[in-house]
């Protein structure tokens, strides 16, 4: 059952993670679209039905799952879980800037610069790094 919980785990992180580096590139081409244009129209409706479809419910099976697993592993106390966790409640406030960004975007209203959605776009390859890292090595 355990590994079970892993494997499902994993998968939401792949499907998480997918929709975390996809989104923000939108956001790049979206912000270099003329707002009202045929191209931001469909930029919206892709942000929107990715954030909805992939990145809310692989989130919220991380999150389940991996406190399921941590709970069999009983990794409560483990330094490098805490920092593990640190890392990931830092996506997960990444995730929501995303969504409070994609409400922007819908109603016409960005004002963020291309080069600054090119930044963000680097923002979950780090944290998963560091997250990997941690889970792998665990380093202390």
């Given at each position: 059952?355990?590994?079970w919980i892993?494997?499902?785990?994993?998968?939401?992180?792949?499907?998480?993670?997918?929709?975390?580096?996809?989104?923000?590139r939108l956001y790049v081409y979206h912000a270099e679209a003329k707002a009202g244009s045929e191209?931001?129209?469909t930029l919206k409706v892709m942000e929107r039905r990715l954030l909805r479809v992939i990145i809310n419910p692989a989130s919220i099976l991380v999150w389940v799952l991996g406190l399921?697993?941590?709970?069999l592993m009983?990794?409560?106390?483990?330094?490098?879980?805490?920092?593990?966790?640190?890392?990931?409640?830092?996506?997960?406030?990444?995730?929501?800037?995303?969504?409070?960004w994609r409400?922007?975007?819908?109603?016409?209203?960005?004002?963020?610069s291309v080069r600054f959605?090119?930044?963000?776009?680097?923002?979950?390859?780090?944290l998963m790094i560091g997250i990997v890292i941690l889970v792998i090595v665990k380093p202390f």
């Open positions: 059952m355990e590994l892993k494997a499902l785990h994993v998968v939401a992180v792949i499907a998480w993670m997918a929709g975390m580096f996809y989104l923000p191209l931001s129209e399921w697993t941590a709970w009983d990794a409560w106390w483990e330094p490098w879980f805490h920092a593990k966790m640190t890392l990931v409640v830092l996506l997960s406030v990444y995730h929501h800037l995303l969504a409070l409400k922007d975007f819908e109603a016409d209203r960005n004002v963020r959605y090119r930044i963000a776009n680097e923002v979950p390859t780090l």
